[in-house]
């Protein structure tokens, strides 16, 4: 332990522990503007200086560990002059037109300029060029905004392991970008939008698709649909005060209709549908193997409901996360096959909405308008692949991040907080607690083994609560085994198969078990990958977190959601259920393949 | 990728022979990043410099994004993403040749050769460079092509002094 005093009260903390960190323990506020608390720590801005006592010059806190009897001063006459002066000339190449920004009353610069209490016109002189690069259907970058912190570059190269965003040039003329003049909408960017939450100004932005969704809420010819996936009843609240974890399911479906939306669906019926399909989907690729390895017969194989010469490629890997999913085609496109074949939930609902939901209501689906509200900016970009077209329409016609949405709700006049409670529309409304868990790292996974154990075994997962507790919590990459043991007749001959499965967010997590895959040394089954770290809780598209320990406790919202439910398991929904006889047929049948299953492309990596 | 048909101009090795030792090059180096800069330099030393497409092979190689490979070479102003001449006005830019007219000496090169700082010639001829400077404060102002110093050049006398590399 070590000992030390700032601004005079004695504190003591763990060796390793920098000053900014001391400070925090005795409730002493250090501005900061480059940091950002358990993701990136350089010390460039120097905003956060203090005096210590004995160093010649100011010290960054945010970097500068503590040691023994260190006595240092935050708030001295000269610190407050240094801070001003590196604020200040921050300002100086920073475009002052707050009012019309994105960011206005959101925005760290001007947050802490409050504090400082700067004064804007000290430093004048030339201005980095403008430009904004809006290439991308998911992520905008403007470069006047920039103010070099290099958070993106952080999370893109050390988070996500991507590197797309680096610093180019140097000195004046230095920015932020994919180099060679490479424009966002043709680098090898998943998408994933998590340059654009811990961007501290209007730098990165997802691209706003606000204005089309109040064109189409206005055009009396559109029926407009709206559908919010998981994470968004998790995090939606944060955006109007509440404590992150906040559950506003009903609140937030109240919002949408008073907003005019003229259905509101969950895409969580479509979660439970996913589960149905991608566990079928998992199921025939164990049956293909089992008949490739001549265990089973091919009429056993026509007796379990399941085809012949199937995509026996494992571990199969699952399709929810299109910044994932965009990944692999760029990076690991020789493993695609891996990968399931089901349309992420949100895109299956937008194929149902338009081909099922529009004959249910005589309405031309060229006359119906989806809205999908997301946690994520690579939905944004998913929408827009040339694969999302159901006889000549597009599944889905809008994404809105969570952030979005927010804004929207405010601009409509509507007080959330004061808003009763609502629910979903039927009959793309109803889900269980296996769809909730969906926004969460692990979610999927568990949602598939509650339903595919049950298929095979004829018994509930073997886990207290249902939880697969290796496999729940915010770890890069959790593993289980599970042995089939007694199981139905007609699925003995899996009894002592051991299932090995992986989770993981983020994509450095993604990357390394692809590895292992490539190599031939994967030693799992099943991987459920997430794009975002935390999965869609922490999604690209997700508030900005304002306190400690926020995807913790959007994570835990899920998991209250799913355990507060009768219905925990898809198989279990009766909408579902429905939907097969009515409209689908079976899990994997004709319809089923044209409107919830999709096929991938092979992307460069330049 | 590369084709057999481009050949390096100073030493005959053709584009496949170059990518090969560029190849070998980053082997030697054990295609560690710390070893980035020191790659590049090589890299430029065998193209001469180094386009897009020798940064993507660097990248692909040393398993590194291009945008980090693109950063470092965009940040030294010694390495060239534009094609060289065959010979290499540098004028200095150093305190007492600028005093001593130095500036004047770049705008009447750029004139002549119609070109900016840092460009090249389209017959390839002439790249043109500022720098501060070349240590022959006594000879001000000086400017060097290739490995020759001029020296109290003339604006007017420049004509005559490029035209023996014509």
């Not at chain 1, 404590?243 to 009903?250: D, E, H, I, R, S």
């Not at chain 1, 193997?289 to 199969?316: D, S, W």
């Not at chain 1, 929904?573 to 096929?599: A, C, W």
């Amino acid at each position: 332990m070590v000992n030390l005093t700032i601004n005079g009260k004695a504190v003591t903390v763990e060796k390793g522990t920098t000053i900014l960190e001391a400070a925090k323990k005795l409730n002493i506020y250090i501005p900061t503007l480059c940091y950002l608390e358990e993701v990136h720590k350089i010390g460039s801005c120097r905003i956060c200086v203090a005096e210590v006592e004995g160093a010649k010059t100011l010290q960054a806190t945010c970097v500068t560990p503590v040691s023994e009897g260190m006595v240092v001063k935050t708030n001295t006459a000269r610190v407050r002059e240094a801070r001003k002066i590196m604020y200040e000339l921050v300002l100086s190449d920073h475009p002052k037109d707050c009012l019309s920004c994105g960011r206005n009353q959101n925005c760290e610069l001007q947050k802490i300029g409050e504090i400082i209490q700067a004064d804007e016109s000290s430093f004048e002189g030339e201005k980095s060029k403008e430009f904004v690069d809006d290439s991308s259907p998911s992520v905008v970058r403007d470069s006047a905004k920039c103010i070099l912190c290099r958070r993106c570059v952080t999370v893109c190269n050390e988070i996500q392991g991507v590197g797309i965003l680096n610093t180019q040039e140097r000195g004046f003329k230095a920015s932020i970008n994919a180099g060679s003049d490479i424009l966002l909408g043709n680098a090898a960017c998943t998408n994933c939008g998590q340059c654009t939450v811990v961007c501290p100004v209007n730098a990165l932005h997802e691209k706003d698709s606000t204005q089309d969704v109040w064109a189409a809420l206005a055009d009396p010819s559109k029926t407009v649909v709206v559908q919010t996936a998981p994470a968004i009843r998790a995090a939606l609240g944060e955006e109007f005060g509440y404590p992150a974890g906040t559950l506003v399911t009903g609140q937030m479906a109240t919002a949408l209709r008073d907003m005019g939306f003229d259905y509101v669906f969950d895409t969580n019926f479509t979660a439970d549908l996913t589960i149905i399909e991608e566990g079928t989907e998992f199921l025939n690729r164990i049956v293909e193997m089992m008949y490739q390895k001549g265990v089973i017969t091919a009429e056993k194989v026509k007796e379990l409901g399941m085809h012949i010469g199937v995509n026996a490629t494992f571990p199969m890997i699952t399709s929810c996360s299109p910044g994932w999913i965009k990944y692999i085609e760029h990076y690991y496109a020789g493993q695609l096959d891996n990968v399931s074949s089901c349309k992420s939930p949100h895109m299956m609902l937008g194929a149902l909405a338009k081909s099922y939901f529009a004959n249910n209501i005589d309405v031309d689906p060229k006359d119906m308008y989806v809205v999908s509200i997301m946690p994520c900016t690579a939905k944004k970009y998913e929408i827009t692949r040339p694969e999302m077209v159901n006889n000549g329409v597009k599944n889905v016609d809008a994404v809105l991040t969570t952030r979005e949405l927010a804004k929207m709700i405010k601009e409509a006049g509507i007080e959330f907080a004061e808003l009763e409670d609502g629910g979903f529309d039927n009959p793309l409304g109803i889900s269980t607690g296996a769809a909730d868990i969906f926004g969460t790292t692990g979610g999927v996974m568990e949602a598939a083994l509650r339903t595919v154990y049950e298929i095979v075994t004829g018994r509930e997962l073997p886990f207290e609560g249902l939880h697969v507790t290796p496999i729940v919590g915010l770890d890069r990459i959790k593993t289980a085994a599970i042995t089939i043991e007694d199981a139905r007749e007609e699925w003995s001959f899996l009894n002592g198969v051991t299932v090995n499965i992986a989770v993981t967010s983020g994509l450095v997590g993604a990357g390394i078990l692809l590895e292992e895959i490539k190599k031939g040394e994967s030693p799992y089954l099943f991987i459920e990958v997430m794009g975002c770290p935390g999965g869609c809780i922490n999604g690209g598209g997700q508030p900005r977190p304002k306190e400690a320990n926020t995807r913790e406790k959007r994570m835990k919202a899920l998991y209250r959601e799913d355990e507060g439910k009768i219905l925990r398991k898809s198989h279990e929904n009766p909408d579902i259920t429905k939907i097969y006889k009515d409209f689908l047929g079976k899990p994997l049948g004709h319809v089923s393949h044209e409107l919830l299953h999709t096929t991938y492309t092979t992307r460069s990596k330049y | 990728m590369a084709t057999d048909t481009k050949h390096c101009e100073c030493c005959g090795l053709s584009e496949n022979e170059m990518f090969s030792l560029l190849e070998k090059t980053i082997g030697d180096y054990e295609a560690k990043e710390s070893n980035l800069i020191q790659i590049l330099h090589m890299a430029q030393a065998i193209f001469g410099y180094l386009p897009d497409e020798v940064l993507k092979f660097i990248s692909e190689k040393m398993n590194l994004p291009m945008s980090k490979v693109s950063g470092v070479v965009s940040f030294y102003s010694l390495f060239s993403t534009q094609p060289k001449g065959k010979h290499t006005i540098k004028v200095c830019l150093g305190t007492a040749c600028y005093v001593r007219g130095g500036s004047k000496i770049v705008d009447k090169i750029k004139e002549l050769l119609d070109i900016e700082v840092g460009e090249t010639t389209e017959d390839m001829n002439f790249s043109l460079e500022v720098m501060r400077c070349i240590g022959a404060c006594g000879l001000a102002p000086a400017i060097a092509i290739d490995d020759t110093v001029f020296k109290r050049v003339n604006p007017n006398k420049l004509r005559q002094i490029l035209a023996q590399y014509e």
